[in-house]
């Protein structure tokens, strides 16, 4: 993608678009510092800041993406890209070190080969309950198992498993990843993933703060806030009784459960087209800096 104009922002309009940014993360932020402050772990929202590995004050920190001219904004100039010319500081792909060029390399032949895949769905969350099955140290031990342990257990061996993730096959217990229909690795990745896949829009915020500054910190929180969501169904839709956080669950035992899911899990999947091409788009644009 070619930048075609440089929008020109003031430092009134600077400073508004942060403190809106700053205002809309702390609502996910300031609850996760808390918590912490207090020892109080919490098996839903903490995934966001343990497993991604974008720190609270970094999500917090607003940056305007490319094609910003920034009158008056010295104080970017501490940051990796960012250049003063032509009246003010923008951020210049082309001076960002090698490695974001890699990173972007991989992150537009990944999500385009998403793009280019029908969403698969009526995997019913089974990755959950497959991470649990037949062992006797669940990952979230603090929380109880909805259907008990023989219960989760028929669960997983009544229904067909079809996880298409990586980063949620290999936390599959020994004895449950032979049910999977395939058995994903890093160097298969391009070749399964899938919009459909709720992990895979997770992700999205991965690779949206992986290419920051070159990504607008708005898109970053908009990832960040599909990615929220999805967690939310995607333990909602788990073995753990969460009816003490106050979470209903999405029984995908039953039918009516896994019709449920199935709509949900579409409509996250349309949600994060419009987010994927964006990153699409900003991915080639860093790639292609400097050529």
């Not at 600077?14 to 996910?28: F, G, S």
């Not at 940051?79 to 972007?104: H, I």
């Not at 449950?176 to 070749?191: F, G, K």
């Not at 929220?228 to 003490?244: F, Q």
């Amino acid at each position: 993608m070619t930048v075609a104009t440089l929008v020109v922002l003031d430092p009134g309009a600077r400073r508004a678009r942060a403190a809106t940014h700053l205002e809309r993360v702390r609502a996910w932020t300031g609850p996760h510092r808390e918590r912490r402050r207090h020892g109080e772990p919490h098996p839903v929202w903490d995934f966001l800041f343990t497993y991604y590995s974008h720190r609270p004050a970094q999500l917090e920190r607003w940056d305007p993406g490319p094609g910003v001219l920034m009158p008056g904004a010295e104080e970017f100039l501490d940051r990796p890209g960012y250049r003063q010319g032509d009246g003010g500081v923008r951020l210049e792909p082309a001076a960002l070190p090698e490695r974001f060029r890699t990173t972007a390399g991989f992150v537009h032949r990944l999500l385009t080969a998403t793009r280019g895949r029908a969403p698969r769905l009526g995997c019913f969350g089974l990755h959950e309950w497959a991470m649990v099955y037949r062992t006797e140290q669940p990952r979230h031990a603090a929380v109880p198992l909805r259907l008990g342990t023989t219960g989760t257990d028929a669960v997983v061996e009544s229904m067909r498993i079809t996880c298409t993730h990586h980063d949620a096959y290999r936390f599959f217990t020994d004895a449950a990843a032979p049910r999977n229909t395939v058995s994903p690795t890093r160097e298969t990745q391009l070749d399964l993933e899938q919009p459909g896949c709720l992990h895979a829009t997770m992700d999205l915020y991965k690779w949206a703060y992986k290419l920051a500054p070159a990504v607008p910190s708005e898109l970053v929180a908009d990832c960040f806030a599909l990615a929220a969501d999805v967690r939310e169904l995607d333990m909602r839709a788990s073995p753990y009784d969460l009816s003490g956080h106050g979470f209903a669950p999405v029984r995908i035992e039953t039918p009516d459960g896994r019709a449920e899911y199935v709509r949900a899990q579409a409509a996250f999947a349309a949600r994060a087209t419009p987010l994927r091409d964006r990153l699409i788009d900003l991915a080639a644009q860093l790639r292609d800096a400097g050529r």
